[in-house]
């Protein structure tokens, strides 16, 4: 198992710009969420997923658009790109925490580090 | 306004030394997960702690979840270098909407 692939790596984009970072999983898992880490903030929570169909904004969505179309993507759209943007972005999934035994415990890939300039 | 309060924010301490990072909220969680980030790679799951005043213990390093179940602590015995890296606290926030939020954790560097 490949885990949760994350691509690009790393990306610059000038103000304006429109890119996809993309997330595959292949563990099967329902749940899906995109955060953001910035220096010293911790991660924040962009969008996430219930199931394939299903999106729902988190903490900080304004920028951002996602689509669910099946279990295993959840690519993320970052439109008209700003300096604020500047992040590092982790995709990561979990079993539904619903499931018995589980807690919602998230699995992430290693992470796209996005430069706006 | 941050759910999950992490402290200390920075720690420095020498190899050999016993420490402890806490995380606290005013909000009841139904469990918390403790995670480690290590420069250049996504955060990766220690532990879960899922009943109120339960200890789990992974190796030298000791959570514990509070009896109200809003708060934990992460004790490392005779820590290590190895064990330096990012610290972070996160559980599934309060209302049961399936988000699972973090607090800003806790930046660990073990001196040898």
């Known amino acids: 198992n490949a885990g949760v692939t994350q691509t690009p790596k790393f990306r610059i984009l000038k103000i304006g710009q429109s890119m996809t970072l993309q997330c595959a999983q292949d563990?099967?898992?329902?749940?899906m969420y995109w955060y953001r880490q910035d220096p010293g903030m911790g991660l924040k929570l962009i969008y996430y997923s219930v199931g394939a169909g299903i999106t729902d904004k988190g903490e900080v969505p304004n920028g951002y658009n996602v689509s669910r179309s099946t279990t295993e993507d959840f690519p993320l759209r970052l439109e008209l790109a700003a300096p604020s943007q500047t992040s590092v972005y982790f995709c990561?999934?979990?079993?539904?925490?619903?499931?018995?035994?589980?807690?919602?415990?998230?699995?992430f890939g290693e992470g796209s580090r996005l430069t706006v300039l | 306004t941050q759910l999950l309060e992490q402290s200390p924010q920075f720690l420095s301490i020498q190899e050999g030394e016993n420490l402890t990072v806490y995380c606290n909220s005013s909000?009841?969680?139904?469990?918390l997960q403790w995670y480690r980030q290590e420069p250049g790679e996504g955060p990766v799951l220690l532990v879960t702690?899922?009943?109120?005043?339960e200890v789990k213990k992974l190796k030298r390093l000791t959570f514990q979840f509070g009896d109200a179940r809003k708060d934990s602590s992460l004790h490392i015995t005779a820590a290590q270098p190895g064990d330096t890296g990012l610290y972070l606290c996160a559980g599934e926030a309060p209302g049961r909407d399936d988000k699972i939020i973090f607090g800003k954790g806790t930046r660990l560097h073990i001196l040898p």
């Open positions: 909000s009841v969680f139904s469990s």
């Open positions: 990561a999934s979990s079993v539904s925490p619903i499931v018995r035994g589980y807690h919602g415990e998230l699995f």
């Open positions: 702690v899922v009943t109120g005043g």
């Open positions: 563990m099967n898992h329902n749940y």
